[in-house]
């Protein structure tokens, strides 16, 4: 079976890295890349995505399954689910540590020791083992709207600066 990603699924990915706040323009102190690396220490991050996007790729399969006028095997979509993980998990990993200057450019020292002082706490872990599943929940509710109205936004906005007299280089809609 050849699995190709549902758009829900392909908004979720392209969305996690904005919705990760971007970088801002700052200069990193060292201290700041220590906290940054502390920080993404308290996680499992790569677990966490993989959490946040399993309950979406089980479902895109028994869908898969319904339309092929077959029942939906639990247990084959749990093994697929699962190596997939298997097959991210270590390429995630090396992403999150490729993030950690990044992190350190989104806060501030001061924001830095607080999310590693929350993160040791009970709550903290909780709440950022959570964090992934929340994202991918919100995302999956606006990746369609984001699909479905920006082309429109982007024709509306280009539209009005051109009747004042700026020609944006967009893409042809």
């Known amino acids: 079976m050849v699995f ?4 829900a699924l392909a908004a979720l990915a392209a969305a996690l890295p904005a919705l990760a706040g971007g970088a801002f323009a700052q200069e990193v102190s060292p201290a ?3 906290l940054a690396k502390q920080l993404i220490a308290t996680g499992n991050f790569g677990d966490q995505v993989l959490k946040a996007i399993g309950p979406q790729l089980k479902g895109d399969l028994a869908a898969r399954y319904n339309k092929a006028g077959k029942p939906a095997d639990e247990k084959v979509i749990d093994d697929f689910v699962a190596q997939v993980g298997d097959i991210l998990r270590p390429k995630l990993a090396a ?10 450019k989104v806060f501030t020292e001061s924001e830095l020791k607080a999310l590693v002082a929350f993160a040791g706490t009970p709550d903290g872990k909780a709440a950022l083992d959570k964090f992934p599943s929340y994202v991918g929940a919100v ?3 606006l990746g369609p709207a984001v699909q479905k109205e920006a082309p429109l936004a982007l024709q509306q906005a280009s539209e009005s600066f051109r009747a004042k007299g700026v020609e944006l280089p967009l893409p042809a809609q």
């Open 32 to 34: 700041q890349m220590e």
């Open 4 to 7: 190709k990603m549902t758009p």
């Open 139 to 141: 995302v999956q509710k």
């Open 95 to 104: 992403s999150v540590e490729e993030a950690v200057p990044e992190v350190a």
